[in-house]
């Protein structure tokens, strides 16, 4: 099998991986950005983990590797710039999987992070492990997007749902996710 190619493969952006090789001793980092493009304050919930099952069945085919489970790795995200930002540090311990990191994000603002990351075993040439990182809204955004719309209709009649005038508002949306993939895969000798 050969190795995933990102810069051969025109399509690769498409899959939103990104492919790292771990230092001798195990030890990996990916740095990424998280953000809110929302008009308003937005909590998030920062999440690595191991990614399972049919998505990684589905992930070798695509970075054309074998894939080793991810028993025994410790994860942590860190603000980039931690000495600079207020965000609460965990302690990370060996064999912790999935890392969450809680973030508040003041409005169209983004905020650089980095996933780190220590493999219990070395990844041979070949093979790879995976994991998710993904940004999740902390708590129901379409529910609080909705009270927002209610208390503005008792404002606005224009609003009102009585009168069955009821428009959208552009600048109250429920804050958005989404996520990205890592691979590790083996050092070539």
Request: glycine share 10%.
């Amino acid at each position: 099998m050969s190795p995933p190619n990102p810069l051969g493969d025109r399509h690769w952006a498409q899959r939103n991986l990104h492919v790292v090789t771990p230092t001798a001793g195990g030890k990996f980092h990916l740095s990424f950005n998280v953000g809110n493009a929302t008009r308003r304050q937005a909590a998030y919930t920062v999440r690595a983990q191991p990614v399972r099952g049919r998505a990684l069945e589905f992930l070798a085919r695509q970075v054309g590797a074998v894939p080793l489970p991810a028993d025994g790795v410790a994860l942590a995200i860190r603000p980039t710039l931690a000495s600079l930002l207020d965000i609460p540090r965990r302690r990370v311990e060996r064999g912790d999987t999935v890392f969450e990191l809680p973030v508040t994000l003041k409005p169209r603002r983004r905020l650089a992070l980095t996933l780190q990351g220590q493999l219990a075993r070395p990844v041979a040439p070949g093979h790879f492990v995976a994991f998710e990182v993904a940004q999740i809204p902390a708590g129901d955004g379409e529910q609080d997007a909705g009270r927002e719309r209610d208390s503005d209709a008792a404002r606005d009649p224009e609003r009102d749902p009585a009168r069955g005038r009821v428009r959208p508002r552009r600048d109250v949306a429920p804050p958005a996710g989404g996520s990205l993939g890592v691979v590790v895969v083996g050092r070539r000798a």
